[in-house]
């Protein structure tokens, strides 16, 4: 007689089916219908929503461009959605740039067998402690301290020819701020992500080095930066896709001078999508070109850093023999 056997496999799925549920329903269909409403005419006029259908490219197109009725020619990529892209592509270098180095400084410092600094634990805590802090919470603290009539401007205006100087009124302040907020949030995390994947190299290739006359440099571009990579890759994609998301911050930061003030210089892409979509008179059509557009920026971004930190096991090998 045959025996029955139990199929166990049914219980994976009905434990992995939450989450394609969730995200089938909160994140796909929206993606999908997003990139719907970035091809149709649909919108709010006065207490109407006007649905036109299909309107091919026309959102893409007034992103892109804009009407110069004085010059009396279309005028490209100087659009304030364009500027905005911009914006949250500067303001994503200047936390992004020093957050990697940093991380990367940190990670190799604290694994290094040779220096074996003391009191790890407590470094690793004060520096991860930002990212537990909430972003509303640090962008209101910097508003309170930077502020016209904060602290730290009150005593920058005592410097010789900054007596009226104000960081929420200056471009460069601002958009600083911002960036060293955002940098300031997330090293921690980013080292920490990087320690952990530091300490799962083997050992003994760091045994092996030392044997062979290897100083700690040579150990860190010979072994650990080539192992690194797929980590590596992990905290790059998350940072860009984080990064060009950023809202939060830059709203909270200048809500007593306006949002993107000065010159809407720290006017994110997602913020302007919260104006366009949730406005008197939203445009929902125009609101998904837009998202369209950071999410095929983002997807390039994510790419770059994909390629460029691709895991190459040949590559890998000869680095690890020539260390």
Known sequence: MKKKTVEYGKYGYMFIAPFFLVFLIFQLYPLIYTFYLSFVEYKMTGSKLVNDGFCGFDNYLKVLKTRDFLA???????????NTIKNTLIIWIINFIPQILLALLLSA????????????GAFKVMMFLPNIITASS????????????????????????????SFLNSKAGTIGLIGFMQFWMWYGNTMIVLIAGILGISPSLYEAAMVDGANSRQEFFKITLPLLKPILQFSLVTSAIGGLQMYDIPALFNVNNGVGQPGRVSHTVTMMIREVAFSQNPDYGYAGAISVILFICTMIISMIFFIATKD????????????
Do not use: E
């Not at 009396?72 to 364009?82: A, C, E, L, Q, Y």
């Not at 410092?109 to 790890?120: A, C, E, P, Y």
């Not at 190459?312 to 020539?322: G, I, L, M, N, T």
């Open 72 to 82: 009396g020619k279309d005028v490209w990529f100087n659009t304030i959605p364009m």
């Open 109 to 120: 410092w604290f694994t290094d067998t040779v220096v074996k600094l003391k009191g790890q």
């Open 138 to 165: 640090i962008a209101v603290l910097f508003n309170s301290l930077f502020g016209n009539q904060g602290p730290v401007t009150l005593l920058v205006r005592k410097l010789p020819g900054l007596g009226d100087y």
């Open 312 to 323: 190459r096991p040949d590559k890998q090998k000869h680095a690890v023999k020539k260390a």
